[in-house]
């Protein structure tokens, strides 16, 4: 049986709380160098990606991010310049995009699944290689709520701050 499809909003700001697990069970998986590592890269996604992190928390075997809660901005708010700006930034000046392909970063930038493909991916690689290991470290896709304007990005807030607790 086919997995549900990811509700993602298109052509709007959208608000969405996203959380992901490791393989393990286990407690303190990562250390406080590791989820410093985890938001470094969560920073500079950001300013590649057309998002805002609103609020987040590394747990030691998972992360929440209210992602934007994260807020996904749609592209058609940026310009052309904006976005060659930002793909320079991340994979340097040596990258060259056409203004033919822009229609792609365009749509690749404004996504929720790459963006965080992009975090757990990197992540993944860094720690496997730290640690001299092989194989996954998230256990499943991610976990994705649509949230709702007002309220419900409040709460999804308040519970990513108290989640420690």
Do not use: C
């Not at 052509?11 to 998986?29: D, I, K, L």
């Not at 470094?40 to 209210?66: C, E, G, P, Q, W």
């Not at 310009?79 to 365009?106: M, T």
């Amino acid at each position: 049986m086919p997995r549900t499809a990811r509700v993602k909003l298109k052509g709007e700001v959208a608000y969405y709380f996203v959380a992901s697990h490791t393989v393990w069970e286990r407690q303190n998986a990562f250390t406080h160098y590791e989820k410093q590592h985890f938001l470094t890269l969560l920073r500079k996604l950001s300013k590649l990606f057309f998002v805002d992190v609103l609020a987040y928390v590394i747990m030691d075997n998972h992360f929440h991010l209210l992602i934007l809660l994260i807020r996904m901005v749609p592209s058609i708010n940026f310009s052309d310049e904006e976005v060659l700006r930002r793909i320079e930034f991340f994979y340097g000046p040596k990258k060259i995009v056409s203004a033919y392909e822009l229609p792609y970063w365009r749509r690749k930038l404004e996504d929720l699944s790459e963006f965080v493909k992009y975090l757990k991916q990197l992540f993944a690689q860094w720690y496997n290689k730290r640690h001299n290991r092989k194989g996954h470290l998230w256990s499943q896709r991610f976990h994705s709520v649509l949230l709702q304007k007002g309220e419900a990005v409040i709460a999804a807030a308040i519970y990513t701050e108290l989640n420690p607790i």
